[in-house]
């Protein structure tokens, strides 16, 4: 059986081609010379059927293990966490599936409320005052708050630390090379951003000073000190973070943050082996018409009614191109949405809830693991949900032995971090159950000692 979406039957074709002129459809390539040609078939497999195809894509997609399987303690930008059941129900509807940007505010009030209320949410979490309308992921959010801050202070050199995420960091040194920026990267200490190296790079020519809270070690930056030193040759303040533990630890915009970006992923997104995720902006008021992107704003009609629309657009993003403030101008309001929803399903007190179970499971795997001989977790920074552990032997070698028993284990931080070989990285949410977590410490008791 062979099915065909576009069928086109050979009488469309003979149609087609005296519409053109032609005889055949080697005549339409007869502009390009001979000698340039493919002369032999493609070599991909044959064409396969309807219902082959679906077999060989579901037997392909039974090789993956996912966290609906095994106890995940996989994180590393990438989180287990619980998601309503209402977030699949609201975004699957038709207006919002399918939904564009909201141009026309006369037909898009629904969606351009849903984004308002994302936009709230965020700036209630990071104690900032305005907020975009989401942009791809955390990672092109940090980038494009160091290209504000250098368009903001005309100067042209970003300190980021190296306890941000490496692939942050990775689009990062990207943007900063299109730019012309001067990108520093700065040193680590006892798992946090080491504050004298900090001190030392921070100088009059840089633009912002860029760290992660908590960082991808895991651990929890002294804000308030780093505040002190991305200020003080008038630079800006830039605080890439983890919004649900912002359920729980005091928001960056509390100890003077000039932007706060990162990724919603952790509220009603699930982990979909990588993505598409959702990344959040949030700044002080005085630094709302650099935001990239779009904000959405309330206002009222003639006759007084609530409304909203896209407002503060800066037409040059959508026109003038090369002199834009930024090029990314879509959103991800689907998934934005989705942040939305889980966001009022869970309530101040779910997500202050949710943040709590965090961290004391964190600290229970911590404690257990400790007791372990051979594994000695290595920082003494305080930590969220996530924490490093020294193993005794390669971290590859312990995580396929945990896929044995079905737990899918840390990530290898010796990937990134050269000088971290035998360090795992190991993440647990709220999802995690003392069982499993018994399980892992047991599991990582059994390879120690195979």
Not at 86 to 109: D, K, L, M
Not at 291 to 311: A, C, M, N, S
Not at 394 to 406: E, M, T
């Amino acid at each position: 059986m062979v099915y065909r979406y576009l069928p086109v039957t050979a009488e469309d074709r003979k149609e087609m081609f005296a519409a053109l002129g032609i005889t055949g459809i080697d005549e339409l390539f007869s502009d390009i010379p001979e000698s340039v040609r493919l002369t032999q078939d493609l070599n991909i497999p044959a064409a396969l059927s309807e219902p082959e195809v679906l077999r060989t894509m579901t037997g392909l997609a039974r090789k993956n293990v996912s966290a609906d399987q095994y106890a995940c303690f996989l994180g590393a930008g990438t989180y287990d966490h619980y998601i309503p059941s209402v977030v699949n129900h609201v975004i699957s509807r038709s207006e919002f599936y399918t939904a564009y940007t909201p141009y026309q505010p006369e037909i898009s009030q629904g969606e351009l409320q849903a984004i308002f209320e994302f936009q709230t949410m965020i700036c209630e979490l990071t104690g900032m005052d305005v907020s975009n309308a989401s942009m791809y992921d955390g990672a092109t959010a940090l980038a494009e708050a160091a290209k504000m801050a250098a368009g903001k202070t005309r100067k042209n050199k970003i300190v980021v630390s190296k306890a941000v995420h490496p692939e942050y960091r990775a689009v990062l040194a990207s943007y900063c090379h299109g730019q012309n920026l001067e990108l520093v990267e700065v040193e680590t200490f006892n798992g946090l951003t080491d504050l004298s190296a900090l001190e030392t790079a921070a100088d009059g020519d840089t633009a912002a000073v860029l760290v992660q809270y908590p960082n991808f070690l895991g651990g929890i930056e002294d804000l308030q000190r780093i505040e002190k030193i991305a200020h003080q040759h008038k630079g800006l303040f830039i605080v890439s973070a983890n919004p649900l533990a912002l359920g729980l630890l005091q928001p960056p915009g509390a100890f003077g943050a000039d932007a706060v970006v990162g990724d919603a992923q952790p509220f009603g997104m699930p982990m979909n082996f990588g993505g598409p995720h959702c990344g959040y902006f949030a700044v002080k008021k005085e630094l709302m018409r650099q935001i990239p992107g779009r904000i959405v704003g309330q206002t009222k009609d003639d006759k007084g009614r609530r409304g909203f629309v896209l407002t503060l657009q800066a037409r040059e993003q959508h026109i003038r191109r090369e002199k834009a403030i930024s090029n990314i101008c879509s959103n991800q309001a689907l998934n934005a949405l989705a942040a939305a929803v889980a966001m009022t399903a869970l309530g101040k007190a779910g997500v202050q809830e949710m943040a709590t179970l965090n961290l004391k499971k964190a600290h229970y795997a911590k404690t257990e693991i400790e007791k372990v001989g051979g594994y000695e977790v290595v920082f003494t920074s305080p930590t969220f949900n996530e924490f490093v552990v020294k193993t005794p032997v390669a971290v590859s070698d312990i995580n396929k032995g945990l896929l044995q028993q079905q737990i899918i284990g840390g990530y290898d931080l010796s990937r990134t971090y050269p000088e971290l070989v035998n360090h795992m990285l190991l993440a647990v949410t709220e999802l995690r159950t003392k069982e499993e977590i018994d399980r892992l410490v047991k599991g990582l008791e059994g390879i120690q000692h195979d």
